[in-house]
């Protein structure tokens, strides 16, 4: 059973600070991991993701890789009130034609 | 930009019943995908189309639910008969191929009374 496992949350963080969202993943073979956002009552959408060990920065979000623990995580510098949402971490098993394995998502709480 | 378009938004059926969903994915993307999210969890895949063809519907309830894309571009979901335990979101997402992230629709709200 392939897993991705994120801590549900809520995280709560006032304005302005960073936000530090994490997942882990089962499959030793993944090769690309994906975060998106969802608005309550919306459909997910792509925020960032990463392929290569260490970090990928666009703009006030980073992405951090680390095969070796299957760990990824997400950083949000400068929080703000419309960050608030659930963060879906999501990871293909296996390299090739299979569909990403969603995590529950991360609840996070901009608080101004 | 290309959108994912999903069809309808809302749907309040009764248990018993058929329903049917619509998908049209952006022009190009071979790939197309069910997924089906209940509130508080993240998306499951139902099934997967790579053009026309499936290539996995391992978690497709296929007892009562049905899927298919029939010239390779537009997809219909269809439940029959719809229980109370499938009311979730149903999300239609489509793909360039792989290694890539997937663009979802804006969803169908689906709430069986």
């Known amino acids: 059973q392939k897993e991705v496992e994120q801590n549900s949350g809520p995280l709560s963080v006032p304005e302005g600070a960073i936000a530090s969202l994490n997942c882990t993943y089962s499959d030793r073979g993944s090769q690309s991991f994906f975060w998106y956002r969802q608005y309550s009552g919306k459909s997910p959408e792509l925020i960032m993701f990463?392929?290569?060990?260490g970090d990928k920065e666009d703009g006030r979000f980073t992405a951090q890789l680390n095969k070796a623990s299957q760990y990824v995580s997400l950083l949000i510098r400068d929080s703000q009130p419309s960050d608030s949402a659930t963060y879906l971490c999501a990871v293909p098993p296996l390299s090739g034609n299979t569909p990403l394995v969603f995590g529950k998502g991360t609840r996070l709480s901009v608080i101004a | 930009e290309a959108e994912v378009a999903q069809s309808p938004r809302y749907k309040i059926t009764e248990k018993s019943q058929a329903v049917a969903f619509w998908c049209d994915p952006i022009?190009?993307?071979?790939?197309l995908y069910w997924y089906r999210q209940i509130l508080g969890q993240g998306p499951e895949l139902l099934v997967q189309f790579q053009d026309e063809s499936v290539v996995d519907d391992s978690q497709l309830p296929k007892d009562r639910f049905s899927a298919e894309r029939l010239k390779g571009v537009d997809s219909t979901l269809k439940i029959q008969p719809a229980e109370l335990g499938d009311s979730a979101m149903y999300l239609c997402?489509?793909?360039?191929?792989?290694?890539?992230?997937?663009?979802f629709g804006s969803g169908t709200r689906l709430t069986v009374v």
């Open positions: 990463i392929y290569s060990n």
């Open positions: 997402a489509s793909s360039p191929g792989t290694d890539y992230g997937y663009t």
């Open positions: 022009s190009g993307h071979a790939t």
